[in-house]
């Protein structure tokens, strides 16, 4: 049965990094297409990035282009997002989720974790 467990979220000032991880289990990391959205209260679902299952190709949203960054390695079991220059308006729970393919849509992805909390003063 395919798990995503995330980690790493937290407090930060704006202007500050945070890196968070997705631990896989199951299969999903040699599967699956795996990618980060995130969501705050009353809002959709907003896709983060995406990263292929080899990890040779990323789309990443228009919002965090340039400042975050995704990376797996193929063969282990998790994936990473360093976030930096970090804004407030990246305040969000953070969600981990792996799919068939290399989508936006949060209705593609199969399998979700359960979260991580990041949240950015000003």
């Known amino acids: 049965q395919v798990q995503l467990v995330e980690s790493g979220g937290g407090s930060v000032q704006a202007g500050g990094s945070l890196t968070l991880s997705c631990a896989a289990s199951?299969?999903?990391?040699?599967?699956?297409?795996m990618g980060w959205f995130r969501q705050v209260p009353g809002k959709e679902r907003e896709f983060v990035v995406v990263?292929?299952?080899?990890?040779?190709?990323?789309h990443y949203g228009d919002s965090v282009r340039g400042r975050f960054t995704i990376s797996r390695t193929s063969g282990e079991n998790t994936m990473y997002l360093q976030m930096s220059a970090l804004k407030p308006e990246d305040t969000a729970v953070y969600y981990c989720?792996?799919?068939?393919?290399?989508?936006?849509?949060?209705?593609?992805?199969?399998?979700w974790g359960q979260g991580t909390q990041v949240t950015v003063s000003s």
């Open positions: 989720a792996a799919g068939p393919g290399l989508s936006t849509t949060a209705g593609v992805y199969v399998h």
């Open positions: 199951g299969g999903a990391d040699s599967t699956y297409a």
């Open positions: 990263i292929s299952r080899s990890g040779g190709t990323t």
